[in-house]
């Protein structure tokens, strides 16, 4: 093939003859390359033959996209016919359309030349009239250039109704500069047939669905709702798409559902799942789910939930349930009797009460446990119960290990399933008769002390104005008759008087010590300024002592003042009286919050309290010192425990011998002290 081209052009060379050939060869690196070679004579202007011009082109790249092209028109072409998909373009200029002989095809149209436009008079009496306007509508949009992407229309050819989907563009066709409207045209008869099908029969599952008292649902794998059949547990059926089924859940099920859900999309096997759903309000219902896998070519495109309303059933056994706890778990003694006086049932208070089992009790006579009757007596008992004579009776029944123990008995009678029984209802009184007793003990023990304190008020107030007589007729027989007595009988009169001071503060002790909580009235305290007012009256004897007194931040409170103001006077009192000798009182006064008390701590740096001594100090008349070192009378710590228990408090004391004490007491928040 070269040595024939290259004869050829060299035979026009010689006979001064033009060449034109297009030349296919091989590049060094093995492509294809195409090349197009022309040769013409070249003449001077006499005329005269001068030699050859040639020229070469490289066609290689021209070559290649010619072959695309043709390939993507072959392909093209090949896909239209296989998807029976015809083209078309419209002149709007000229409103002709032209047709290639695939869209000729699909409407049915014979001897027509694909060159040659069809005309209105031909098209137009095929398609139906509602979608004439629609074309027409779209073409006069389009000769104002505005685009469109797809229109649907229909054509009846033969009595058969065809349906049309047409896609198209504005196209400007720059050889004549002219726009064209061009596009594809698809029947999709068959497509519409079957959705029409599909619609007929999902109408039909949907009557089916729509008419079930169930709750029918459709989720997709990831639970998301696709289709229910009525409102979802109570939500609108609009608001249902693209929302997860688990949405309808308490937070405590989901998990469980969503492990359900996972084994019917693997197993493909149906499940069952029980659980409470919320509906729009919050409101929890029960449900029996049953869950079965949605297959189709063996994909699973999701599950069928069927939704079953057990909230009803659920009440029911759920009060039965109750019910009957409450009926074996009750405080009272429940059980049934046959019209012979027999047990036929008993609850568990008769085994808490009376110690015997159900099964010992079964066939019983009821009166076996009633030491007031016998079994005689049922008659006449068994009348009063027919009678519905609902006496309430007061009864001692026997347990098994012989106690007696007191009941408030009760009887229904009752017909039930052509049978006679009577109920009794027997309720433990024991306590209630054993506080009964120990009310009137706290009653009389109340008036008991009532008495002793108008006795020790009385005794010690009536006994003051003989002690005052004694105290000043022994002081002016000590003026008067002081140079008359002799050294022993002055000694005697100074024990009398002393003694008699010692008396009138016992006794003065005594009546105050009785008078604690006789003041009803409760007011709002505060501690820091309480502290203050003592500490003055204290004046001179923290000037002696050469005392130092810290007072922390102190809460208000609510108490009795008078009583309050007494019991921190005497532990401020003892941490003044009772110092360590050439060492000055040093006391702190804090306070510390609790749940329901403030816990106030009064500490001193004095003699201290041995542990032996530390619970009787509070005792009234209990002293540890003798007269002639500390003085003192053995009733302020006894006043204060008293004054703290009026409170609703304790008092108690942490000490070392040597090393001081802290006195510590609790008053309690309650505002009805």
């Not at 006043?639 to 004490?661: A, F, N, P, Y």
Request: hydrophobic fraction near 35%.
């Amino acid at each position: 093939m070269q040595e024939q081209i290259t004869t050829d052009w060299r035979q026009a060379i010689e006979h001064q003859q033009a060449y034109q050939n297009e030349i296919k060869w091989k590049r060094p690196d093995g492509r294809i390359a195409f090349t197009y070679l022309s040769i013409s004579p070249l003449h001077s202007i006499d005329g005269d033959y001068k030699g050859q011009v040639g020229t070469l082109i490289d066609l290689t790249e021209r070559k290649e996209l010619a072959r695309i092209v043709k390939l993507r028109e072959i392909r093209f072409q090949s896909a239209l016919n296989s998807a029976n998909i015809g083209t078309w373009r419209v002149d709007l200029e000229k409103s002709c359309i032209y047709c290639d002989q695939n869209m000729l095809n699909i409407m049915e149209i014979t001897d027509h030349d694909p060159e040659t436009p069809i005309s209105n008079e031909l098209l137009m009496p095929l398609i139906l009239e509602e979608d004439r306007k629609n074309m027409g509508t779209t073409l006069q949009k389009a000769q104002k250039h505005i685009p469109y992407e797809s229109l649907e229309w229909r054509f009846n050819i033969n009595g058969q109704l065809k349906w049309m989907r047409s896609h198209g563009s504005i196209y400007r066709d720059p050889l004549d500069d002219k726009y064209y409207l061009i596009g594809i045209t698809q029947d999709i008869t068959k497509e519409k047939q079957q959705i029409a099908r599909i619609a007929q029969s999902e109408a039909r599952i949907r009557s089916i669905f729509e008419g079930s008292n169930a709750v029918i649902s459709f989720v997709n794998p990831e639970g998301i709702v696709q289709y229910a059949n009525q409102q979802l547990f109570g939500a609108p059926n609009e608001s249902l798409e693209q929302r997860s089924i688990l949405e309808w859940f308490p937070e405590r099920e989901k998990a469980d559902f969503r492990k359900v859900l996972k084994a019917t999309l693997l197993d493909r096997k149906t499940y069952t799942f029980e659980s409470s759903v919320l509906d729009k309000n919050g409101k929890p219902s029960f449900y029996l789910h049953s869950l079965s896998p949605v297959v189709q070519d063996a994909e699973v495109l999701g599950v069928a939930i069927i939704s079953n309303d057990i909230s009803s059933i659920k009440s029911l056994k759920s009060n039965f349930r109750k019910a009957s706890f409450s009926i074996e778990n009750a405080s009272e003694i429940i059980i049934w009797t046959d019209k012979a006086g027999r047990i036929t049932y008993s609850n568990n208070a008769l085994t808490k009460f009376l110690g015997y089992t159900q099964e010992e009790v079964f066939n019983m006579h009821l009166l076996d446990f009633d030491q007031m009757r016998s079994p005689a007596d049922w008659k006449v008992f068994w009348s009063l119960i027919k009678k519905r004579i609902n006496n309430t009776v007061l009864v001692k029944l026997i347990a098994k290990d012989g106690r007696l123990l007191d009941f408030e008995a009760t009887y229904e009678y009752v017909f039930y399933e052509g049978e006679e029984y009577a109920i009794i209802f027997a309720r433990d009184i024991s306590e209630r008769i054993r506080m009964e007793a120990v009310r009137q003990q706290k009653n009389q023990l109340a008036h008991i002390n009532k008495e002793l304190s108008q006795f020790a008020y009385v005794a010690s107030h009536d006994l003051q104005e003989p002690l005052r007589t004694i105290v000043s007729f022994t002081q002016r027989i000590q003026q008067k008759y002081s140079d008359r007595l002799d050294e022993a009988g002055l000694t005697q009169m100074n024990f009398v008087v002393e003694a008699s001071k010692r008396m009138n503060l016992l006794v003065k002790g005594i009546l105050d010590y009785s008078r604690l909580g006789r003041n009803p009235k409760i007011s709002e305290i505060n501690t820091t300024a309480l502290i203050k007012t003592i500490l003055k009256d204290l004046y001179q004897r923290i000037e002696e002592t050469k005392a130092t007194v810290h007072i922390e931040h102190l809460p208000n409170i609510r108490g009795y003042e008078t009583e309050l103001r007494l019991l921190f006077q005497n532990l401020i009192s003892n941490g003044l009286k009772f110092q360590q000798k050439d060492k000055p009182p040093v006391i702190y006064i804090r306070a510390y919050e609790q749940d329901s008390a403030w816990r106030f701590e009064i500490e001193d740096n004095g003699i201290g309290i041995a542990e032996r001594h530390q619970k009787k100090i509070f005792e009234i008349f209990q002293r540890l010192h003798r007269r002639d070192t500390y003085e003192g009378t053995g009733i302020g710590l006894a006043q204060c425990k008293r004054i703290v228990d009026l409170h609703h408090g304790k008092i108690g004391v942490q000490s070392e011998v040597g090393k001081g004490s802290t006195f510590y007491f609790t008053i309690s928040k309650n505002n009805n002290i």
